[in-house]
């Protein structure tokens, strides 16, 4: 532990602010498709701290659950003066497509950003957050089910991981955590 706290001292402040805030590496950059065909990447181009998913917008399980959140999580901040941009990268992309995106995502919030794009550049985006996903069986009703992850992870403006947002929180606990790590972003 002692020699942990002399590697730390020893890094320049500079050094210190490009390490993750976790003890692990997340984030990074991807360049991707949101649902109205523009390109987008980790940057939120209207320049709003963002609470990234991994899911698939058609989802019956954990999606169901975490894309409410998420707008609710939107909406409480918002009461704060906290813009925040709810953003879904999917795990299906052959049901999660430019055009299914929109009319799925809005059901849940007007400013919900779906992105998909190839395997390769959703590969990128994975890889970047440790995302493994598998298919698990395949429902006749809805199609393929996807094990993937369940946390959000809040994003400053320029895409870099703030902190990790449990799936198990209520939306009030975690409309708390984005405040704490986003006042004065918005």
Not at 19 to 36: I, K, R
Not at 77 to 105: N, S
Request: aromatic residues 8%; glycine residues 8%.
């Amino acid at each position: 532990m002692k020699r942990l706290a002399i590697t730390l001292l020893a890094l320049s402040a500079p050094a210190l602010a490009d390490q993750s805030p976790l003890p692990f590496n997340l984030g990074g950059a991807f360049e991707l498709t949101d649902q109205t065909g523009a390109l987008r990447t980790q940057i939120d181009p209207a320049g709003h701290p963002q609470l990234l998913f991994f899911g698939y917008a058609n989802c019956r399980e954990i999606c169901s659950a975490a894309l409410p959140m998420m707008a609710q999580v939107a909406d409480a901040v918002a009461e704060q003066g906290i813009t925040v941009t709810p953003v879904m990268i999917t795990v299906d992309p052959a049901r999660d497509t430019v055009d299914t995106l929109g009319p799925a995502l809005i059901q849940h919030h007007t400013g919900f950003v779906g992105l998909t794009g190839t395997p390769e550049q959703l590969q990128v985006a994975y890889d970047a957050f440790q995302i493994e996903t598998e298919e698990v069986f395949f429902d006749p009703e809805f199609g393929p089910v996807y094990a993937h992850g369940s946390f959000l992870y809040l994003l400053d403006a320029q895409g870099k991981l703030l902190t990790l947002v449990p799936p198990v929180v209520t939306p009030e606990a975690a409309a708390g955590i984005v405040v704490k790590y986003t006042q004065g972003q918005s």
